[in-house]
């Protein structure tokens, strides 16, 4: 249901008034998406699963307790990264690659190209 012109009016009274009252706040509310902190706990479970793996494999000759404690962290980072990525959700994961296309140009074909290509199946 869209919003009355009364509505609209009022609503860009308060965006007004915000971005002079407080403009870094006003910056900060328009720069965060819904999904920003999902995103960072997908970093951190990604750096986790490497630490867990690496910590896994180095000590898997010393002792399998170690090892274990690496599996252990491995899998709950694995859980974790899953977890998030449902939270994010496929609209989450699209914004974010549509973002990361945005920033990197040069990083990537868009989909254009990959409906195009004839080796993409």
């Given at each position: ?5 009364d509505?609209q ?5 308060i965006?007004e008034?915000?971005h002079r009252?407080?403009?870094r706040?006003?910056?900060e509310?328009g720069?965060t998406?819904?999904?920003?902190h999902?995103l ?5 479970t990604a ?12 000590t898997?000759q010393?002792?399998f307790?170690?090892?274990?404690a690496?599996f ?7 859980i974790g ?6 939270m994010?959700?496929?609209?989450g994961i ?12 040069a990083?990537g ?5 990959l ?7």
């Amino acid at each position: 249901m869209p919003l009355s012109p009364d509505e609209q009016r009022i609503l860009a009274e308060i965006e007004e008034n915000l971005h002079r009252t407080d403009p870094r706040l006003a910056r900060e509310v328009g720069e965060t998406t819904v999904y920003r902190h999902a995103l960072g706990s997908l970093k951190w479970t990604a750096l986790w699963f490497a630490v867990g793996l690496a910590l896994m494999v180095a000590t898997l000759q010393i002792h399998f307790l170690l090892a274990f404690a690496g599996f252990v962290v491995t899998m709950g980072a694995a859980i974790g990264f899953e977890r998030n990525l449902r939270m994010m959700g496929r609209a989450g994961i699209d914004q974010f690659t549509r973002a990361f296309r945005a920033a990197n140009p040069a990083s990537g074909r868009t989909d254009e190209d990959l409906v195009d290509d004839p080796d993409n199946e």
